[in-house]
């Protein structure tokens, strides 16, 4: 196993075209949005728009575009369900043009009600993508691949819209042909994403015969009901939604964090996306390393070790820089030169490198346990509550600055210390996800595990029985650590019992038996739980 990689995956046609996709929509996507913030900056210093209509605008977009994802994702989970899924990509990068065409003319005309009403479409498109964004993954990934492409996923995502926001920026630099440039180049970046969709190989509908229902609010209340089916999946995307949360709210201080407490010169940016590139370029490290630590399993031991990160290196930000700015009017260079610099930076590439180990496995877990014939619509279920909680951190975060008159160092302190709560919530609620940590934590330390046979002889789906030739009690922690799908063990009942120990096995649903002479009634309530569990 150790000589699989992860980028192997970049050379082969069933995952490079979607790859390709992916990273162009996150990164035009980002393009757009920056530049209509650009135009706004644009059209306020040629007096064509004041400040208050301005700070209307800047604030409304954020919400036409994330207004769809309430709307329109179930019925978009529905489709992604019965539609062939490359088909379904190159209907929505097709959109993408059109819409793109649209944004074009609201920037030449710079007319901020078509950029608007393209920013509305845009979110439709994104909206009608999401569910198929991460349910063709397991069609075309083996159960072995998909914490290394989702690791590459998300990658790529953080990059693009961190290139995709930087480009946005750039091309409004000047305010005489910066619409221009903007309107050429989203209408570029969509017709070049339609034109590699077409390479997409054919991934067959997981319910082609489902039969769509218009109704929204009825359709969205059935894919969370369908999502919460499985307890470990529902509190799987719970903890995606959460990521989300933390992420929202954590950079949507940034630019001001940046200005009052990094002593950023006002209107220069670059401390702003210095802060952005440390964090985007820490998520795609650690989506990366999703792989290499997990040992190419679906390994959910890493999500509590990207929790506790997460909280540890929030906390240490807050305490980095509590008040305001020693020294102001600087850019990135003169930020980096000042003491407690390195220290903040580092943080912020910690933060999004343990928040990749947080949402990688999550995202692999959701794929390799829901049935294939549900999955876009529990994905649809997913963006629905992932909008929830990113329009709750915005308001959230809003609130308590305006309200309670809170700095941005207490707010990141404030998320940090929701981060350890709710992460204990969701773990006491799953135990499964402590007790793979224990596991994965405990393995790696005191043993160098090589694995031989598991994609071979491990079914990805279906009943299964492992015999373990048993030689130490060390068995069921390294084949647990080891194989990626759950496991229920069996073991003697003496052992079951002892104190302490006994939480720690009825947590991981072991099977006490006992032999037909010391209690024949156990050893018939074991092997009825034994049937039980394989008839699951």
């Known amino acids: 196993m150790s000589g699989h990689s992860q980028f192997d995956l970049l050379k082969q046609r069933r995952f490079l075209p979607y790859f390709t996709v992916q990273a162009l929509g996150a990164f ?6 920056q530049a209509i913030i650009g135009l706004l900056g644009v059209m306020a210093t040629a007096g064509l728009l004041d400040e208050s209509t301005r ?12 207004l769809p994802y309430f709307l329109f994702s179930s019925i978009a989970g529905q489709f992604a369900e019965r539609t062939e899924k490359s088909k379904l990509i190159r209907i929505t990068t097709a959109m993408e043009i059109a819409i793109m065409s649209l944004a074009a003319v609201g920037f030449l ?18 909206t009608l993508f999401g569910p198929v964004k991460y349910s063709i993954l397991p069609q075309v990934l083996k159960p072995e691949e998909l914490t290394g492409g989702n690791g590459l996923i998300e990658m790529i995502t953080s990059i693009s819209i961190l290139l995709g926001m930087i480009t946005g920026i750039v091309l409004l630099m000047n305010a005489d042909s910066g619409p221009m440039y903007a309107a050429a180049a989203v209408i570029a970046l969509a017709v070049l994403g339609h034109l590699v969709s ?16 218009w109704i929204p609010v009825k359709e969205t209340l059935g894919v969370m009901r369908l999502m919460r089916k499985q307890k470990a999946v529902s509190n799987s995307v719970l903890g995606i939604s959460w990521f989300w949360f933390v992420g929202t709210a954590l950079s949507a201080q940034l630019p001001n964090y940046a200005e009052l407490h990094l002593g950023a010169a006002d209107g220069n940016l670059t401390v702003y996306l210095l802060c952005l590139a440390l964090f985007s370029i820490g998520t795609g490290v650690g989506s990366l390393m999703c792989e290499k630590l997990s040992g190419r399993t679906v390994e959910i031991g890493l999500v509590p070790m990207g929790a506790l990160g997460i909280t540890a290196f929030a906390l240490d930000l807050y305490f980095a820089r509590t008040g305001l700015a020693p020294v102001g009017g600087l850019d990135a260079a003169g930020f980096i030169a000042q003491p407690g610099s390195v220290r903040i930076m580092f943080d ?3 933060i999004g490198m343990f928040a990749g180990f947080f949402v990688v496995p999550l995202f692999a877990l959701v794929q390799s346990r829901t049935p294939r014939d549900e999955l876009s619509r529990v994905i649809a279920a997913t963006n629905v509550q992932n909008a929830v909680f990113i329009v709750a951190a915005a308001m959230g975060s809003l609130l308590v600055q305006q309200k309670l008159g809170w700095s941005i160092p207490q707010v990141f302190l404030a998320v940090a210390i929701m981060n350890a709560l ?18 994965w934590i405990y393995v790696r330390t005191l043993y160098r595990v090589r694995t031989d046979g598991i994609e071979e002889h491990v079914p990805d789906e279906g009943a299964a029985l492992l015999v373990c030739n048993h030689v130490s009690y060390m068995d069921a922690l390294i084949i647990s650590a080891s194989v990626p799908r759950p496991i229920r063990f069996v073991m003697y009942y003496k052992i079951f019992q002892i104190p302490v120990m006994s939480w720690i096995f009825r947590t991981a649903k072991a099977i006490p038996i006992a032999g037909a002479r010391e209690d ?17």
């Open 198 to 213: 077409r390479a997409i190989p054919r991934a067959p509908a997981g319910a082609p015969d489902l039969k769509v229902s």
């Open 422 to 439: 709710v992460t204990i919530w969701i773990f006491s609620i799953v135990p499964e996800f402590f007790m793979r940590f224990l596991a």
């Open 109 to 126: 005309l710079q007319n901020m009600v078509v950029l608007l009403v393209a920013l509305f479409a845009t979110g439709v498109q994104s």
């Open 28 to 33: 035009n996507d980002n393009v757009f949005r």
């Open 55 to 66: 700070g209307t605008y800047t604030q409304l977009a954020p919400a036409v575009f994330i």
């Open 348 to 350: 912020l590439t910690m």
């Open 520 to 536: 024949p009634a156990l050893m018939r309530q074991a092997f009825d739980d034994i049937d039980a569990a394989l008839a699951e």
